[in-house]
């Protein structure tokens, strides 16, 4: 489905399950048209959504925050103004928008009496024009799924899985590794 722009129609759908938990600890951002939230559009950019999910532990808190926060905090920072390319840009505004949310978040909990000790992993979606950017932390996955042409005229399309993250979990040797790099613990 094409909208007059020319740029397919961007749907988002979300179903959440609370599993064992006493409360959900989980939350998701859906916005196909993310530009009213936005103060300037780049030049030549006509369209902007964005797609969150956040998985908490420990609580709510984390999640909630994020949900509520790193969009809007994305909004505050997306480039705007005449640029020819607004990959790097975008993929700048993204890592300082984690990190931003990230430390406002930690400054709120640790002000807290007793302390917060919530966590939530994020795993975000920019769709700028045509142009897919994905963020994630933590082991929440974004995969993109999509129907390939049948090998035969006429025969079963098949379905074909990318994945479009990296999961961060201390149980693979690379990330722990990482942890330990900087100083943390496992």
Same mark, same amino acid.
């Given at each position: ?42 030049a030549h950019v006509?369209? !902007?959504?964005?797609? @969150?999910?956040?998985?908490?532990? /420990?609580?709510? %808190? #984390?999640?909630?925050?994020?949900? =509520? ?22 993929r700048r505004c ?29 795993t975000c979606l920019?769709? !700028?024009?045509?142009? @897919?950017?994905?963020?994630?932390? /933590?082991?929440? %996955? #974004?995969?993109?799924?999509?129907? =390939? ?38």
């Amino acid at each position: 489905v094409c909208c007059a722009s020319g740029l397919p129609v961007l749907r988002g759908y979300v179903a959440a399950r609370r599993g064992e938990r006493d409360e959900m600890q989980d939350a998701h951002v859906l916005l196909p048209d993310m530009s009213g939230c936005l103060a300037a559009l780049p030049a030549h950019v006509r369209r !902007v959504s964005y797609f @969150a999910v956040f998985d908490g532990h /420990g609580g709510a %808190r #984390a999640s909630q925050f994020a949900a =509520e926060n790193l969009h809007q905090i994305l909004a505050k920072k997306f480039p705007s103004g005449e640029m020819d390319n607004v990959d790097k840009p975008l993929r700048r505004c993204l890592l300082d928008t984690f990190r931003q949310t990230d430390e406002d978040f930690l400054r709120k909990a640790s002000s807290q009496k007793p302390a917060w000790k919530d966590g939530s992993t994020a795993t975000c979606l920019l769709v !700028v024009d045509d142009v @897919a950017y994905v963020a994630n932390l /933590g082991d929440s %996955r #974004a995969v993109l799924c999509r129907m =390939e042409a049948p090998v035969e005229a006429g025969g079963p399309k098949k379905r074909a899985t990318l994945a479009l993250s990296k999961e961060h979990n201390p149980t693979i040797y690379e990330e722990r590794m990482r942890i330990q790099r900087a100083g943390g613990t496992v």
